[in-house]
């Protein structure tokens, strides 16, 4: 970093040893001061870091060219591989599995039959070879069906107690702290922060509060049809049903956020093609637009993977070098995991 | 209303003439500051506007045993009929209608095709006598097919500059007062209110920050699909599809408010039995619900209409017997507008 001009007067002055001791206290508080002031303390400085800073200075400071309206400042965020954790496998699809179990208790039939069978198995190495069209089958009998709250109830006991094996914490604290910084950042300075996730929206909703400050009507993600109906005592509920409303993929991203939010958002940070079309659309907005895009490429503190940079290639939110190719010519800004983040979770001690 | 406590005292002194003059004028000065402390001014004292009252102080009193978290303060209101006038025909409607010559200029041949010809003919009588499905293609015709910019545009002009025959206004100026006094009452105590009309969604975005004070991401309404592609320049953009997504209306509501919010309101206000689920869904909730329905029984100020009460029947906003009989089962609040509201909209004067 520069050192603050304030100090330059001072050099002009006669040199003499007190001055020298005077002008390194200065420093150090002022530095000490800076490092409380700085809203991205686990960014290293670089690009990235810079980028966000300058975004969020263009468009907040009365005056700037580049001004935006507190009413129109909307970020929007993917989650899985951009929030939190999504190696080896999303979350929500740990979560499907393990309520299998619950599902075949309350329809014995299914015991029987694929691709519940290979599930109930317990075979690790059988399950990871399910075709995305027995996971579907999976996701619709786990979280369709049900009454809306009974869902919310179950996916909130489980999200507090489960735990991720690598690192043995909740799930819900595998956020990258970083990245929380950014959206608590956004937030000071008027920014409504949403999740734009493939995930699925009700999913997200039960803990975006807790875990992101998110509330759950900023939420936009992967939904369901309902159904609202009545109890036998003529009290009235919705029921998840197995049919797709929202597909919050690719080009169901900039189609989501018009549905829900009805504004381009002037910022947006992805990490895969999933993303694609977000940040696209984002980025072709006038004025100051940021679009930011996480690469993984952290063996050691997270993982690294997607075929860009030559990481091997991986089911879960593929960085291709034709998207990265896309970020250099469309000038989105690629965030290094190894690079630009001192620290990756809250959990762990910072490292410079 | 009571008088203040804090006069008490005086009256226990020596009672002479100078006194009396003192606590006239204390009085006098005293219900001036009521006045111009009363929230909901153009609503006259009644059973609404106490239920209001009292549903705001118990849900947003700390300590109060019906308490609600200021995450979790939704209101919810529908549109037409509700907050502006709807009576003798929906504005969105109007705008279609007014947009037929337009879509026949850039497609020619619909001008020999119903139901284009007979709009094209300015046979108010025939107009009206269009079937639904005859309208349906209208809307089509008029609101998609078309960038969500361009939308956007086109709309706002319209409602810039279109007035309704009765009153000579713009359709944004014939909002209900009183229910504007109402949004802003909830929103003063940690409120987000929403609009949710089976009115086009994209459509009352378009004027509803400005008009309601409600931003265009708390808008939920009928919608269609949009579909993502690119310009030749490669610039990506929004069409607007002819494909409806969510029908916001009756089961629609609240399966919209799930989808857009993920959070049942304590709130909401409809006056058709297009509103019926939305209020039941609320008023079936725990703690301290709030479902209120506006009777239009003031021919003379704006318009008496809907079977309940021996009103006459309508195309539009029809609350019938049957609505009227569950809102008194259900411990729904009946807002007169005639009885209730001392003044309806902002650009007449005020009358007691």
Known sequence: MNKPSILKPHFT???????????????????????????????????????????????????????????????TFDQDGTLWVEHPVY???????????AVVKAKPELASQEPFKTVMSGDREAIAKLS???????????????????????????????????????????????????????????????????????????????????????????????????RKDGTPFLTKEPKLLLDNNDAGKPEGIHLMIGRRPYAAFGNSTGDRQMLE???????????????????????????AQGLPDTKVGTLTQALYDEAQKQGWIVISMKTDWNRIFAFEEGQD
């Open 281 to 307: 659309y984002t980025k072709a907005g006038d004025g100051a637009r940021l679009s930011m895009m996480l690469l993984h490429d952290d063996a050691k503190r997270e993982y690294a993977y997607g075929p």
């Open 13 to 75: 002055m006669r040199f003499n040893a007190a001055w020298l001791v005077l002008a390194f206290i200065a420093c150090l508080s002022i530095s000490g001061a800076q490092a409380a002031d700085d809203p991205l303390p686990s960014w290293n400085d670089g690009p990235a870091k810079q980028a966000i800073l300058a975004f969020v200075k263009e468009t907040t400071t009365p005056g700037s060219p580049k001004f935006v309206p507190p009413a129109e400042r909307i970020a």
């Open 132 to 230: 995305m069209d027995q996971l579907l089958k999976i996701v619709a009998a786990t979280l369709t069906g049900m009454d809306v709250d009974a869902f919310n109830a179950e996916a909130e006991q489980w999200l507090s107690t489960a735990k991720n094996a690598r690192w043995d914490q909740l799930y819900t604290d595998l956020t990258y702290l970083p990245m929380q910084e950014v959206m608590e950042y956004l937030r000071a300075n008027g920014y409504k922060t949403y999740i734009v996730t493939g995930g699925g929206q009700d999913f997200v909703r039960v803990y975006s509060e807790r875990v992101y400050g998110v509330p759950r009507e900023q939420v936009v993600g992967t939904a369901g049809e309902t159904k609202y109906g009545y």
């Open 91 to 101: 979350s929500q699809v740990v979560y499907c599995l393990e309520r299998v179990p």
